[in-house]
């Protein structure tokens, strides 16, 4: 993975965290003695009953917003589904008998932090979280083909409720829904429900992929289809998927059936892999 900072992959600036409170400090956050060993041993084995938000910023203000895996800044303001998102790693595991003291946790990305239970036994240099990272941030949020597949699965899915009503509304139509008049009036209402969430749905997935080509430096699309500026992404796409299977095949070599989260995201790669294919004009098996 190349280290520089890039329009895609680019490293997040240190984000300032706010104090916390003085009252809940004092009674709940031990100070930290910096240049006291022995004070220090206190502090690091001392039990920790602050909440988790508040052990992050507490971490965060003492030893900075960086992720001691893939020793890369943290972003502290992204949600807890977020690749990046902070979270609090145990050193030593809880399954081994780790603690939750002080001493026993540090700042981690969400993902370097999964990608760290994964391991069993051994260590990884910090290279290695940097780039398992950078490919849950292409599926994620950094792909624009990606973006454009979840957009195009979002507008089917309107599209196909739009169907249905146009079909049930005539009688030739609910016929062929074999539903009756009765039937279809009282699933009307049901289904124009779900075409309001499927259209709220279309239109922030479309959204997102307008403001991942932004980002992205990609000039504004001029219809709903992938053009040629996505080509570029081809490469780094099948370096994800390879990288992906490769990870697939290591669990399941390790007898690990916990794989279908993995899998859905293979599917999604492949998917993207056709797609990019058919509207690049590539020769498609």
Known sequence: MNESTGPRFGVWPVVAVDAIDVELEIEKLPPYPADDEERLAVWRAKKITTT?????????????????????????????????????????????????????????????????????????????YRQKLADALFIHERSAAIAMLRARDAQEAL??????????????????????????DEYRVELEREMAAESSAAEAAWGRYAETRARLEYAKARSRKIDQTLHDERDELDGVMTRMQEKLAARVADGDIMTDRLRGTINLL????????????????
Not at 60 to 67: D, E, M, V
Not at 77 to 83: N, S, V
Not at 96 to 122: E, F, I
Not at 162 to 183: C, H, M, V, Y
């Open 52 to 128: 988790a938000k508040e052990t992050r910023e507490y971490l965060a203000r003492l030893f900075g917003a960086t992720c001691h895996l893939c020793e890369q800044p943290i972003d502290m303001t992204l949600q807890a589904a977020h690749p990046g998102a902070p979270q609090v790693d145990h050193l030593d595991v809880k399954s081994a008998g780790g603690s939750y003291t002080w001493g026993n946790v540090a700042l981690a990305h969400r993902t370097c932090n999964s990608s760290k239970n994964d391991l069993r036994g051994g260590v990884r240099p910090p290279e290695v």
């Open 159 to 184: 599209d196909e409720s739009k169907r249905i009503l146009r079909l049930g509304d005539r009688p030739s139509g609910r016929a062929r829904l074999n539903i009756t008049e009765f039937e279809w």
């Open 270 to 285: 492949e998917r993207t892999q056709i797609m990019l294919d058919e509207d690049l004009g590539l020769d498609v098996d």
